[in-house]
């Protein structure tokens, strides 16, 4: 551990970081007694710290320290406290019991005494202060440069320094994972984390155009200007980043910031038409409407009054940690940092408030019809001169939209309902492509085309969260967690586990319980829940209650992640259940197939499209297969066939892991530590769920159960030989491996903390400091010894020789001293010396010279191989990039071909069946007309009989009248 001198460097942020060493001593040296110094399980407060009283039979009696009550409880609810050696300590991952109680209770010590960082083994966790502390300064950024991880106090400047390190010397992409709930501190430490890179590795290309920034401003100004899109107040967070981020910076062959890139997630579209009475709308709505600058007020018709405008009034309208108008400035100067053209600013401007409009169009039902009419014409009006439309067209439009039916366009009629929906999926639309595009204009001007060789991604994206309702949003979200989790299972204990049996080490296989891989199938492969859900959006007929039926037959009682939801009074409705790594959550399926479908109005788009307003047209950019025939949307959709939100999800979220694959990975976990937003306070139970569904938990007990330090045999020897360098015998040939094994086995360390493998030695969490330890002390000792001897000896053959000197000197002086010939000499000796020195001079420059051709030369060829290199690192990587996605495609293009061949079957067999059906029905059918022809001959026949008996009868009356005359 550091002394107090060392710890200067930090000035004001020291006492943040490190205990100054007589606190550090006082505390370690407290009273301990390790045989009765627990943790007891409580039921409000989780663990309290107690002393152990007594034991009996599977029953212990506990003493609480704060309240001094005694409690007795099952053995199992008591956890050992680690001694006070570990007190604060900063890699939870080095404790001596590991255990819940005790992480938490490190934790929760360090943030009361403002240590907000802490290492969990491969984990930097960070627990949200609420305040501002002095830890994030330019002198505690230039303090953190160039030190390995164990050399400083843990810190977010560490993590980034070491990856960065990491890059240069491994030669390898690097990537930083910042995940945690909302309002636990993502965005802050993200930014700090942009800050170390844009501060260490300022570009040496400066840029000669002043209208735009250099690259580490434009780096750092691309945040303000996503945050007033992105970002909205919630319950949670006052600056709430609504979309998932991904940002790459990439550095030159000298590890100079070269370009950069942003990939962004999910934007949470919803916000603009709905928010909740705690909450605001995003955050650029309200820094217009502050009026700091009446020239955007004028430009977008809008008002000073948010009231105008209810779709985005619903909820809060001022943020009090929040000055807009302070943030408008920001939001403008960064549009001009960037480099965003004035067209394209108005245009920004212009369409945000056009949005704003959107929400004040009114629509009446028509006399004695269903069908909707417009209201007023002027806010259609506004609407239209901003986006460069014909209003009347657009109200037409939104009315009576045309739809294509078979190969004809005709008009559809609308209810107001109907068109007050179209016209909120068209504000939302517009909003959200507006987002997209402004991602895309920063990363072209991010790119300077300056050679890149590696990169470092900073990803800030929610963490895994349960709500009482979860929608599909919430299982993007969740899906996304839980493939990162799995990445860093792959990272930690999978490779690990690689390694040992590479290594021949006996390892025996954990179940660490994390059964990532059945949920995360559940998921995404095919005949999958998204799989499912694209399906079902292909269909017209398709409805919420198909899609749950289809999901019940396939996955209900095959999978075990899937679970039909269990009902509980004052519990939201779920259709159905995931397990998940970190817990189970219900999902509900209501208008999933509306949300992931994502319908517009096609006419109104049609209007869009031949905007004169550039930046609108740009945004709706027909693709190929709508200019050949009108086809279902508009926008950027490729592919021609109908993208789905969810599939556009997948493969974004694909790619993201393709990256992060190619990278070596350093995690992040964010906390929150109250809900109260109270500085200093941690609520255990909170604090713990977190920890358990960020895996920090997992993590730290894998740690400690694997061997984390391992060196090549060889790189061992050499350093540690040292130690004892007795047992290696010199001069005689000795392999490296059992040297290793005969030096450890012969120093005084815990022989059951290493293991020999084939080619290294691995050696459990903490031994190999102590080893370092060790050697600093010896080394130290030892070169002390020899320098003291080696200058004792010099020393003393030099004075004797001095002597001896001396004494020639003097006699031989007194013998030529009166020489005429002596003393011409001792004039021309300096000279003689001078002339010498001149040669080797010459010599020496010349040499010098050679070498700098030959170092130009060579540098002049490494930048060329250098330069290649990158260039087919990248072309690899598309390529890598392109091999997944289109692998994926096809494998669930060919499920789902496979899945209509089976229906295809089903649906031959019931033909098959019917057409016997129908035989049968003829067979009958015939027989029924031949017994009717039959009848009806008969019927003829009676008929004819009939005919022949009024005959007669007519006769008869005739005879009868004639007779009845006569008489
Ligand atoms: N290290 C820190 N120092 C000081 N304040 C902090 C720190 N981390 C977080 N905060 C405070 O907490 C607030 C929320 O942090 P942040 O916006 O980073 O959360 P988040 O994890 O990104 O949440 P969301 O998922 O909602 O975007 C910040 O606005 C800031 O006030
Ligand atoms: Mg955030």
Redesign the pocket.
């Known amino acids: 551990m550091s002394t107090d001198a060392e710890m200067a460097i930090y000035g004001k942020a020291a006492i943040y970081l490190r205990k100054p060493e007589k606190e550090r001593i006082e505390a370690q040296s407290k009273p301990f007694d390790a045989k009765t110094a627990c943790y007891v399980a409580h039921a409000k407060e989780l663990y309290l710290k107690g002393t152990i009283l007594s034991k009996d039979g599977g029953k212990v009696t506990v003493k609480v320290l704060d309240t001094q009550e005694t409690v007795t409880v099952k053995e199992d609810d008591v956890t050992p406290m680690n001694p006070p050696k570990f007190d604060k300590i900063e890699d939870m991952a080095m404790m001596t019991h590991l255990n819940e109680a005790s992480v938490l209770y490190n934790l929760k010590e360090r943030y009361a005494a403002w240590m ?1 960082y802490t290492y969990s083994g491969l984990f930097c966790a ?1 627990v ?6 002095p830890v994030y300064d330019q002198d505690v950024v230039a303090a953190y440069r160039g030190k390995k991880r164990m050399e400083a106090p843990p810190h977010i400047f560490s993590v980034s320094d070491n990856a960065y390190q990491s890059m240069l010397t491994d030669r390898e992409n690097q990537s930083i994972l910042i995940t ?10 993200t930014k700090r984390v942009i800050q170390y890179f844009a501060t260490i590795s300022v570009s040496g290309d400066k840029k000669k155009d002043t209208s735009k920034g250099s690259l580490e401003d434009q780096i750092i100004a691309a945040n303000p200007l996503l945050e007033a899109y992105g ?1 909205a107040k ?1 319950v ?6 609504r979309f998932g981020k991904f940002i790459r910076i990439h550095f030159g062959t000298s590890g100079k910031l070269a370009s950069a890139d942003i990939e962004t997630y999910l934007l949470e579209k919803s916000r603009v038409s709905f928010q909740l009475p705690d909450e605001r709308g995003y955050h650029i709505f309200y820094q217009m409407m502050t009026n700091h600058k009446p020239e955007l007020i004028e430009m977008t018709l809008i008002t000073t009054n948010p009231y105008d405008f209810p779709m985005i009034s619903q909820g809060q309208i001022t943020v009090a ?1 929040i000055d807009d108008k302070e943030e408008l400035v920001a939001t403008d100067t960064a549009i001009d940092i960037l480099g965003f053209v004035n067209e394209e600013k108005m245009g920004i401007y212009k369409l945000t408030g056009a949005v704003m409009h959107h929400g004040n169009m009114k629509f009446k039902q028509k006399q004695r019809e269903e069908q909707a009419e417009p209201d007023g014409t002027e806010v259609a009006d506004k609407i239209g001169y901003l986006l460069g439309l014909n209003s009347a067209d657009m109200l037409k439009a939104l009315c009576y939209p045309r739809v294509k039916v078979g190969n004809e366009f005709v008009t559809k009629g609308q209810t107001v309902p109907q068109v007050n929906n179209s016209v909120s999926a068209l504000a939302k639309s517009i909003y959200e492509r507006m987002f997209l595009w402004m991602v895309i204009r920063i990363n072209q001007m991010l790119d300077t085309k300056q050679p890149r060789q590696f990169f470092i991604g900073v990803l ?1 994206i ?1 963490g895994f969260e349960i709500f009482d309702f979860n929608s599909m949003e919430q299982l993007c979200i969740n899906f996304t967690n839980e493939k990162l989790q799995q990445f860093f299972n792959h990272h930690m204990f999978v490779l690990e586990q690689e390694e040992y049996k590479k290594e021949g080490i006996h390892w025996e296989f954990i179940d660490f319980g994390m059964d990532l891989a059945a949920c995360i199938e559940l998921i995404e492969k095919p005949m999958g829940i998204f799989s499912i859900l694209e399906e079902e959006c292909m269909f017209p007929k398709a409805s919420d209650t198909t899609f749950k039926n289809k999901l019940y037959d396939q996955h209900l009682g095959k999978s075990n992640a899937f679970q039909k939801p269990k009902p509980a009074k004052g519990k939201a409705e779920a259709h159905f259940s995931l397990v998940h790594y970190a817990g189970t959550v219900d999902y509900n399926i209501c208008g999933w197939l509306d949300k992931n479908k994502d319908p517009l109005n096609d006419s109104v788009i049609q209007l869009y499209q031949k905007s004169p307003v550039k930046l609108l047209a740009l945004l709706y950019v027909p693709t190929g297969a709508e200019e050949s025939g009108g086809g279902k949307k508009g926008g950027k959709k490729k592919g021609g066939s109908m993208q789905t939100v969810s599939s556009q999800f997948r493969e974004n979220l694909g790619k993201l892991m393709t990256n992060l694959r190619s990278t070596h990975p350093h995690f992040v976990r ?1 906390l929150i530590p109250n809900e109260s937003k109270t500085p200093g306070l941690m609520e255990n139970f909170l604090v713990i769920h977190q920890l358990r569904c960020n895996g920090v938990l997992e993590g730290i007990r894998i740690c400690r159960k694997g061997f984390p330090s391992r060196i090549l045999y060889a790189d061992f020897k050499q350093r540690y030989k040292v130690l004892n360098a007795s047992v290696i015998p010199e001069g005689q040939f000795i392999d490296n491996k059992k040297a290793s094994e005969k030096l450890l086995g012969s120093i005084d360390v815990d022989h059951t903390q290493y293991k020999f493998g084939h080619t290294k030695v691995f050696f459990k969490a903490g031994l190999l400091g102590t080893l370092e330890e060790m050697r600093d002390e010896k080394l130290a000792a030892l070169v002390t010894m020899t320098q003291a001897l080696c200058r004792g000896f010099l020393m003393r053959r030099e004075f004797v020789k001095m002597m001896e000197r001396r004494q020639y000197n003097i006699r031989s002086f007194m013998n030529v001293k009166h020489w005429p010939w002596m003393k011409l000499y001792f004039k021309i000796k300096p000279l003689l010396k001078s002339a010498e020195a001149e040669k080797e001079m010459a010599q020496m420059k010349e040499d010098f010279a050679k070498c700098k051709e030959d170092l130009a030369k060579a540098e002049a060829r490494k930048k060329e191989l250098e330069e290649k290199m990158v260039s087919l690192l990248q072309e690899k990587n598309d390529l890598q990039l392109q091999v997944a996605s289109e692998s994926e495609g096809l494998v669930d293009a060919e499920e789902r071909c496979e899945g209509l061949i089976k229906s295809k079957i089903q649906l031959e067999a019931k033909l098959k069946e019917t057409s016997e059906r129908l035989e049968d029905e003829e067979e009958i059918n015939a027989e029924l007309t031949a017994k009717k022809r039959k009848l009806e001959d008969e019927c003829s026949e009676l008929k004819k009989d009939i005919d022949d008996l009024e005959l007669t009868l007519a006769k008869v009356e005739k005879e009868k009248h004639a007779t009845e005359n006569k008489v």
């Open positions: 907000i960070t949200n202060p609420y305040k501002w502390l945690g709930e909302s309002g636990a501190g993502k965005t802050v430490n970002n919630t949670r967070n006052d600056n709430s980043s940690s800030d929610a964010c």
